[in-house]
C-alpha cells in the first residue's frame, strides 16, 4: 500500500505561479513513477506529467516548457512547479503512484488550482 498527500494549489491569476507537493509513505520502494494528473469541470481525466524511479521524466504537450515535474532526493516527495499559468490550467490535480510490477496506481486526494483571466 502506498499512501498519497497532496498540499499546495490555490488560486492565481493568469501569467502566475504554483507549487504542488505529493507526498509518499508506506510501500514506496515499489513505486516505479509518480506524476500528476488533472481533471477540469465536466471532462476527464488527463495526464500531466510523471517522474520515473529512474529521474525519466514526461509532459503532456499543453503543460510543456511551462511546467516542471522533479522530486527530493529521497524519492518520497514529488513535486509540481507550474509556471505561465492559464486560465485552461484550472482543475483538480491529483498525484499519481504506479506500481508497475503489481498493476497498481495509488491516488491522492486531489488539490484545485483556479487560474483567473
Known amino acids: 500500500q502506498v499512501q498519497l498527500v497532496q498540499s499546495g494549489g490555490g488560486l492565481v491569476q493568469a501569467g502566475g505561479s504554483l507549487r504542488l507537493s505529493c507526498a509518499a509513505s508506506?510501500?514506496?520502494?515499489?513505486?516505479?513513477?509518480m506524476g500528476w494528473f488533472r481533471q477540469a469541470p465536466g471532462k476527464q481525466r488527463e495526464f500531466v506529467a510523471a517522474?520515473?524511479?529512474?529521474?525519466?521524466?514526461n509532459y503532456a504537450d499543453s503543460v510543456k516548457g511551462r511546467f516542471t515535474v522533479s522530486r527530493d532526493n529521497a524519492k518520497t516527495t514529488v513535486y509540481l512547479q507550474m509556471n505561465s499559468l492559464k486560465p485552461e490550467d484550472t482543475a483538480v490535480y491529483y498525484c499519481?503512484?504506479?506500481?508497475?510490477?503489481?498493476?497498481?496506481?495509488?491516488w491522492g486526494e486531489g488539490t484545485l488550482v483556479t487560474v483567473s483571466s
Open positions: 499519481n503512484a504506479n506500481q508497475e510490477m503489481y498493476g497498481k496506481d495509488y
Open positions: 517522474i520515473t524511479r529512474g529521474g525519466s521524466t
Open positions: 508506506g510501500s514506496i520502494f515499489s513505486i516505479s513513477s
